[in-house]
């Protein structure tokens, strides 16, 4: 499974981004996709999920902020962000998962095979 994050970009703070996940090689569908990501000198952390059955899922810091969609007869997610503060600089990666994995599964990154490039968001104050 290949996976292309594109959409990221300098934004002013309260400005809003969306960030897209094309992939290829394997039937969109059948997997759970996540959105991590990781800022300068940090760890990689959780951001949002979405399962193969449309069930989203969202970290605190972002619920109300960001929306995770998905189209499968496009083969693509989606990270709508809005509200965007200067915490929210990082470079965003899109994942690919199992889905076998399900609940709280879906916000460990150990759950995805599968993984993107990324692409850096910056928020400028």
């Known amino acids: 499974v290949r996976l292309v994050e594109s959409g990221g970009g300098l934004v002013q703070a309260g400005g809003s981004l969306r960030l897209s996940c094309a992939a290829s090689g394997h039937t969109f569908s059948d997997f759970n996709m996540g959105w991590f990501r990781q800022a300068p000198g940090k760890e990689r952390v959780f951001v949002a999920a979405?399962?193969?059955?449309?069930?989203?899922d969202y970290a605190d810091s972002v619920r109300g902020r960001f929306t995770i969609s998905r189209d499968n007869a496009e083969n693509t997610a989606y990270l709508q962000m809005n509200s965007l503060n200067p915490e929210d600089t990082a470079v965003y990666y899109c994942?690919?998962?199992?889905?076998?994995?399900?609940?709280?599964?879906?916000?460990?990154?150990?759950?995805?095979?599968?993984w993107g490039q990324g692409t850096q968001v910056t928020v400028s104050s």
């Open positions: 979405i399962s193969w059955r449309d069930s989203p």
């Open positions: 994942a690919a998962g199992s889905t076998r994995t399900t609940g709280w599964g879906l916000r460990a990154w150990k759950s995805y095979a599968y």
